[in-house]
């Protein structure tokens, strides 16, 4: 019901600004998100090579910081070549289709308090909805359409398998991450991305919703197509994946989009459980932090510092198998979302009727560890006992095969030559390994 009341909430601050300040607010979120794509592949680069005792781009501009510009530039005028059996219109929208989405997501994150801005007072928001998070969340949907066109426009069959895995992969995943969300508009009893980042104005998302916290963490990944969930994009089986046939500009598209999909999640991370652009605990005890143009330095610091979880896992986890992969999203990240909600709904439910708050949180979650924990750990190791049952009879099954090929034994000793024999039979005593007598080589 309180859900239902704040999608009907006016949202004070926006819709009666001038027109050329919603114009300055664009330019500066389109600003914004090519900056930190640009800052997101040279700070990639240069940590992964760190972790692998490697230097990374250290020639164009000083330290290298210029890399991903001068890459951008080579791609932009490098020759496009269009292979015989595309569908052309489908071809030249599916980049479009990957990038447009991935910029308008990031129109109802918050930036930051209200400032004054040229002698008018304005949000650093260029908007906001009742259901903000949700065009977010439509918004990041929509990129699997570029995937999956880009695969079949192709004309081929590696960017075909790549847009079918990453069609499977990215809709399996939005469902976890969706639903890792309900537990935030509970809590917050709102969908606004203002009126979530206000309600945590004491306490942060992410201590007391840390399971819808983990779980939107690992769907981001397999959202983004990221390691060690890059199945979409595996190089060595599928020779890039949905883009193998992409060059040029076009190419330049879908790595833009994949950088600023990285960006937009971590910003509703940080919107959504780490207090949006509100100072972290030692810098919020000065009472100028979360005034002014200062928000927006500790909301790109958050944004940053997810950015690097990214980079870790890339360069620190191998891939995932697919059916791995799919398993964890379905049969595990799902199943604990949606025990975690009713644990989460009965949490408030009892503190609207004014339970103590220890009462209305120890009970909902002691009933799901005794209902669905301990159980589920009791299935778990029985599945591994059945699994590790498996593997010794599979053993004992072949042990027990006739041998169809010769093995040689396992206490070989190989003879010695009949070279070796013959020089050991017929050499005197006193000769060396020609046969000849030490007395003749010494006369």
């Not at 979120?29 to 794509?37: A, D, G, S």
């Amino acid at each position: 019901m309180s859900v239902v009341l704040a999608a009907s909430q006016n949202l004070p601050g926006f819709g009666n600004q001038p027109f050329w300040i919603s114009l300055i607010k664009v330019l500066g979120v389109f600003v914004f998100l090519v900056v930190m794509t640009l800052f997101s592949i040279v700070f990639e680069r240069k940590v992964v090579g760190r972790m692998q005792n490697r230097i990374g781009p250290n020639r164009t501009g000083p330290w290298g910081v210029l890399q991903s510009l001068a890459d951008g530039v080579k791609l932009a005028f490098k020759e496009e070549i269009i292979p015989v059996l595309a569908d052309k219109p489908v071809y030249f929208l599916a980049p479009i289709l990957s990038a447009v989405p991935a910029f308008l997501a990031f129109s109802v994150i918050p930036f930051g308090p209200s400032v004054s801005l040229f002698g008018h007072h304005t949000p650093l928001q260029l908007t906001d909805l009742p259901v903000g998070v949700l065009v977010v969340f439509a918004c990041s949907s929509l990129g699997v359409y570029g995937v999956v066109l880009s695969g079949w426009a192709s004309g081929s069959t590696y960017p075909l398998l790549g847009g079918l895995r990453s069609a499977a992969q990215m809709i399996s995943y939005e469902v976890a991450m969706g639903l890792s969300m309900v537990a935030v508009f509970l809590f917050s009893d709102t969908m606004s991305t203002s009126g979530i980042v206000a309600s945590q104005r004491h306490l942060w998302h992410v201590i007391p919703l840390f399971v819808s916290f983990f779980i939107y963490a690992i769907s981001v990944v397999g959202e983004t197509n990221r390691a060690p969930f890059d199945l979409a994009e595996a190089e060595s089986e599928l020779v890039g994946g949905f883009h193998t046939e992409y060059s040029s500009f076009k190419f330049a598209m879908f790595f833009l989009a994949e950088y600023i999909n990285m960006v937009t999640v971590s910003a509703l991370a940080t919107t959504l459980f780490l207090g949006g652009w509100r100072a972290p605990v030692p810098i919020s005890l000065w009472h100028g932090a979360n005034h002014g143009w200062w928000p927006i330095l500790w909301f790109t610091a958050k944004i940053v510092a997810i950015i690097f979880v990214f980079v870790w896992l890339r360069g620190t986890l191998p891939r995932l198998r697919y059916d791995q992969f799919m398993q964890l999203g379905w049969k595990i990240l799902i199943p604990i979302n949606l025990v975690w909600i009713l644990a989460v709904t009965a949490i408030h439910v009892f503190r609207d009727r004014n339970w103590p708050a220890w009462e209305a949180t120890v009970l909902p979650l002691g009933v799901v560890l005794l209902l669905v924990v301990i159980p589920g750990v009791m299935i778990w190791e029985g599945a591994r006992a059945r699994r590790e049952a498996d593997r010794l009879d599979e053993e004992d099954d072949e042990a027990q095969l006739p041998q169809t090929f010769p093995t040689p034994p396992l206490n070989l000793v190989v003879p010695k030559s009949p070279r070796e024999l013959a020089n050991a039979n017929v050499r005197p005593a006193g000769s060396l390994a020609g046969g000849r007598p030490k007395e003749d080589i010494d006369d």
